[in-house]
């Protein structure tokens, strides 16, 4: 890490700990020391903040300023008279940061500090082996024992024993709370044990028009409404004005084809109305920039996530990311959007819903319900999701049978935690909605 870069890790991560006292849980395990900084003023400000957070203090700019102040140590901090200080703390507010990024901070000082340290053994091994009076084998076996210290200090930062988790799991069990985000749908949730899990990346594949942005756009609505905190709809193929007329005459039971042609009844506007001042808009959330790299994406989601808890995240769709990879294979391209995407949502403890087409080999097939192997242009989509539902319509194939008017199977291609299975949903093509399916029959 060069010198500038160094600093602004430090510099950002020192400034996380001191505008959000919940991040240090985030990184409590890589087990930062003082020493791990590299400049004299950050290692005493971090020093101060662990102070506090031991002693089960809120840590703040004013707090901090007041403990530095009384320890004598606030002079202490800077390198010149326009940065020394109290100015020194404030030159941490300069620019901003997002606290979502503060694991990331902690692992690259880690890192450094144990590339120093590494170094500063061979160096003294070195030294030493240049002595005939040193005894060969001892050096080596001192050696050996110097690099498997750092070898345990690495390796306690990400793991942990069964025994370790055990309690964890048990504590969390007898809360009696099930953390599952529920979609919305009584029959999905029931067959996925509650819903979808906080970190886990879901994927939604169908071919064209089955209506994959009507069922997300329905999850994401349900969520928003259910849980109050945010959710973040990224649609790379459709206009937010689009997303937000679906939307519409999913909620107000309105023809789409009235919103879209402009051709609404008076009726119809008085709904719109009633609907408008609902708590939940303002916290859903749609970016329909065009072109989005992966790392746009995981930028917008880190940012969101600063500012209010992501209870979701739905992206329309994953063919569409962009990247900045020099490579021209798609299969390569996809392969690695999906493991961004995976690691993003746990990174931020929230689910991720990606959109994904389907290759067109299931329309040469008799029976055209879909499989997961149809996930176009990447076998990593599946292998990397957690869940992947398949959408097949059945009156999408036959137009002039009413007996399956709307019948739509939701077929759980995967479940990671869980059985394989399909649930029956109705579709609405006029609302652009689905709906559970209790009231219709197939006779299924």
């Given at each position: 890490?060069?010198?500038?870069?160094?600093?602004?890790?430090?510099?950002?991560?020192?400034?996380?700990?001191?505008?959000?006292?919940?991040?240090?849980?985030?990184?409590?395990?890589?087990?930062?020391?003082?020493?791990?900084?590299?400049?004299?003023?950050?290692?005493?400000?971090?020093?101060?903040?662990?102070?506090?957070?031991?002693?089960?203090?809120?840590?703040?700019?004013?707090?901090?300023?007041?403990?530095?102040?009384?320890?004598?140590?606030?002079?202490?901090l800077g390198d010149g008279e326009d940065n020394r200080g109290t100015q020194y703390i404030n030159n941490l507010f300069g620019e901003f940061v997002t606290s979502a990024n503060v694991r990331e901070y902690a692992r690259m000082i880690k890192d450094a500090s144990t590339k120093r340290e590494f170094i500063t053994l061979n160096h003294s091994m070195n030294r030493?082996?240049?002595?005939?009076?040193?005894?060969?084998?001892?050096?080596?076996?001192?050696?050996?024992?110097?690099?498997?210290?750092?070898?345990?200090?690495?390796?306690?930062?990400?793991?942990?024993?069964?025994?370790?988790?055990?309690?964890?799991?048990?504590?969390?069990?007898?809360?009696?709370?099930?953390?599952?985000?529920?979609?919305?749908?009584?029959?999905?949730?029931?067959?996925?044990?509650?819903?979808?899990?906080?970190?886990?990346?879901?994927?939604?594949?169908?071919r064209p028009g089955m209506g994959k942005t009507s069922l997300a756009l329905n999850i994401a609505i349900n969520v928003s409404e259910k849980y109050k905190n945010s959710v973040l709809f990224i649609s790379l193929e459709m206009s937010a004005n689009e997303i937000v007329k679906k939307?519409?005459?999913?909620?107000?039971?309105?023809?789409?084809?009235?919103?879209?042609?402009?051709?609404?009844?008076?009726?119809?506007?008085?709904?719109?109305?009633?609907?408008?001042?609902?708590?939940?808009?303002?916290?859903?959330?749609?970016?329909?920039?065009?072109?989005?790299?992966?790392?746009?994406?995981?930028?917008?989601?880190?940012?969101?996530?600063?500012?209010?808890?992501?209870?979701?995240?739905?992206?329309?769709?994953?063919?569409?990311?962009?990247?900045?990879?020099?490579?021209?294979?798609?299969?390569?391209?996809?392969?690695?959007?999906?493991?961004?995407?995976?690691?993003?949502?746990?990174?931020?403890?929230?689910?991720?819903?990606?959109?994904?087409?389907?290759?067109?080999?299931?329309?040469?097939?008799?029976?055209?319900?879909?499989?997961?192997?149809?996930?176009?242009?990447?076998?990593?989509?599946?292998?990397?999701?957690?869940?992947?539902?398949?959408?097949?319509?059945?009156?999408?194939?036959?137009?002039?049978?009413?007996?399956?008017?709307?019948?739509?199977?939701?077929?759980?291609?995967?479940?990671?935690?869980?059985?394989?299975?399909?649930?029956?949903?109705?579709?609405?093509?006029?609302?652009?909605?689905?709906?559970?399916?209790?009231?219709?029959?197939?006779?299924?």
């Open positions: 890490m060069f010198l500038k870069q160094r600093n602004e890790v430090e510099s950002g991560l020192l400034y996380c700990l001191l505008t959000d006292n919940e991040s240090y849980k985030e990184i409590k395990n890589y087990n930062l020391k003082e020493t791990d900084f590299t400049r004299r003023s950050n290692q005493i400000l971090f020093k101060a903040i662990l102070r506090l957070i031991d002693k089960e203090m809120q840590v703040d700019y004013s707090i901090i300023i007041t403990h530095l102040t009384n320890t004598g140590e606030l002079e202490l030493k082996a240049e002595l005939e009076e040193e005894d060969i084998a001892k050096l080596i076996s001192t050696h050996k024992e110097d690099i498997s210290k750092l070898l345990r200090q690495e390796t306690s930062l990400k793991t942990k024993t069964l025994g370790a988790y055990i309690p964890l799991i048990l504590n969390d069990i007898s809360n009696g709370e099930n953390d599952a985000i529920e979609t919305g749908f009584y029959h999905l949730d029931k067959h996925l044990g509650g819903g979808i899990r906080r970190g886990e990346f879901v994927i939604i594949a169908a939307y519409l005459s999913s909620q107000c039971s309105i023809d789409h084809k009235s919103i879209v042609s402009k051709q609404l009844q008076s009726t119809d506007v008085s709904k719109i109305a009633q609907i408008q001042n609902k708590e939940s808009n303002n916290s859903f959330w749609i970016d329909d920039t065009g072109g989005l790299l992966i790392t746009d994406i995981k930028r917008i989601c880190r940012t969101l996530s600063y500012h209010s808890e992501l209870s979701l995240i739905v992206i329309d769709y994953i063919q569409l990311i962009s990247s900045s990879s020099k490579t021209n294979n798609r299969e390569q391209v996809v392969s690695e959007i999906s493991r961004e995407l995976k690691a993003l949502a746990k990174e931020l403890l929230c689910p991720v819903i990606a959109l994904s087409q389907l290759n067109r080999s299931v329309e040469s097939r008799e029976n055209k319900r879909p499989s997961c192997s149809e996930l176009r242009e990447s076998g990593s989509l599946e292998q990397d999701a957690d869940k992947v539902f398949l959408i097949y319509r059945e009156d999408f194939y036959n137009l002039n049978e009413p007996k399956v008017k709307g019948k739509t199977e939701i077929i759980i291609g995967k479940n990671r935690n869980g059985e394989n299975g399909c649930v029956m949903l109705k579709w609405e093509s006029r609302f652009t909605t689905f709906k559970d399916a209790d009231d219709f029959d197939w006779n299924i």
